[in-house]
Antibody
Framework: EGQLVESGGIVVQPGGSLRLSCEASGFSFDDFTMHWVRQVPGKGLEWVSLISWDGGTTYYADSVKGRFTISRDNSKNSLYLQMNSLRTEDTALYYC????????????WGQGTMVTVSS | DIQMTQSPSSLSASVGDRVTITCRASQSISSYLNWYQQKPGKAPKLLIYAASSLQSGVPSRFRGSGSGTDFTLTISSLQPEDFATYYCQQTYSTPGGFTFGPGTKVDIK
């Protein structure tokens, strides 16, 4: 059974930057597309970004495009999310998730890391 | 971008009830529709992928159906551990993202 563990969430001021990390174990990390999903406490799920197995393809939600960058280091079984120009509306619990094949949902999720953007 | 809607937004049911949740896409997404269950304080759990395929380890009382724009998640006999929020998600269109529906909260009557 695979596992994902996120880290890096903190309180940051508007306009600030932050890098989230997600460490994978228990599966062949470099075989799978990986995703970031966020959730404002008490609200619904918002897909944020994806990166293909080799890092060659990335996509972003319109709400973060141009401000967030997803990356991965397959040698370290790790996924990252560089978050710049943070806004109060970026405050959320950020999950990393493993793609279940290209289109079959996300079958492994981390426990999430909380990002709070506040002055 | 593809928009997802769900109905109802919440429902109250009893153990043993048959429960049906509907998800609708703003355009055809073929069968690229997934269902998740989320309990308070926990990460979402994949229940159904590709509209009707049961994820490994998920009880057979969960059933997904539909294609195109209209989809259904049915729980045949609600169990105490099924009280949770359920989300649909489309994975048809990458531009705009793999959008989730707003969720349906199932609580105890």
């Amino acid at each position: 059974e695979g596992q994902l563990v996120e880290s890096g969430g903190i309180v940051v001021q508007p306009g600030g930057s932050l890098r989230l990390s997600c460490e994978a174990s228990g599966f062949s990390f470099d075989d799978f597309t990986m995703h970031w999903v966020r959730q404002v406490p008490g609200k619904g799920l918002e897909w944020v970004s994806l990166i293909s197995w080799d890092g060659g393809t990335t996509y972003y939600a319109d709400s973060v495009k141009g401000r967030f960058t997803i990356s991965r280091d397959n040698s370290k079984n790790s996924l990252y999310l560089q978050m710049n120009s943070l806004r109060t509306e970026d405050t959320a619990l950020y999950y990393c998730a493993k793609g279940n094949g290209a289109y079959n949902g996300f079958d492994i999720w981390g426990q999430g890391t909380m990002v709070t953007v506040s002055s | 971008d593809i928009q997802m809607t769900q109905s109802p937004s919440s429902l109250s049911a009893s153990v043993g009830d048959r429960v049906t949740i509907t998800c609708r896409a703003s355009q055809s997404i073929s069968s690229y529709l997934n269902w998740y269950q989320q309990k308070p304080g926990k990460a979402p759990k994949l229940l159904i992928y590709a509209a009707s395929s049961l994820q490994s380890g998920v009880p057979s009382r969960f059933r997904g159906s539909g294609s195109g724009t209209d989809f259904t998640l049915t729980i045949s006999s609600l169990q105490p551990e099924d009280f949770a929020t359920y989300y649909c998600q489309q994975t048809y269109s990458t531009p705009g993202g793999f959008t989730f529906g707003p969720g349906t909260k199932v609580d105890i009557k």
